[in-house]
Nanobody
């Protein structure tokens, strides 16, 4: 059974940093894309960043380029999202996802709340 468990969310002041973690289990993810998405209240879920587990290619939404970094730890089967220079508009529930395609994610975590105060 595939499980994606996010952690690391919280409340931070504008300009601060947080690191989200996504612990993946239940299968081998070497062929997968791992993505981070977010959903703010009243808004649709949006793509934040993705990483191809094999090879490590990374992709970012324009809104987070230069501020967020996605990475992985193969030994821990964990994907991270380092978020720097946070803004109030980054406030959302952040979800980890896994899929064989960068455009179609089959597995989702439960989400972790990130709140950035101004």
């Amino acid at each position: 059974q595939v499980q994606l468990v996010e952690s690391g969310g919280g409340l931070v002041h504008s300009g601060g940093s947080l690191r989200l973690s996504c612990a993946a289990s239940g299968r081998t993810f070497s062929s997968y894309y791992m993505g981070w998405f977010r959903q703010a209240p009243g808004k649709e879920r949006e793509f934040v960043a993705a990483l191809r587990w094999s090879g490590g290619s990374t992709y970012y939404a324009d809104s987070v380029k230069g501020r967020f970094t996605i990475s992985r730890d193969n030994a821990k089967n964990t994907v991270y999202l380092q978020m720097n220079s946070l803004k109030p508009e980054d406030t959302a529930v952040y979800y980890c996802a896994a899929g064989l395609s960068g455009h179609n994610y089959n597995y989702w975590g439960q989400g972790t709340q990130v709140t950035v105060s101004s």
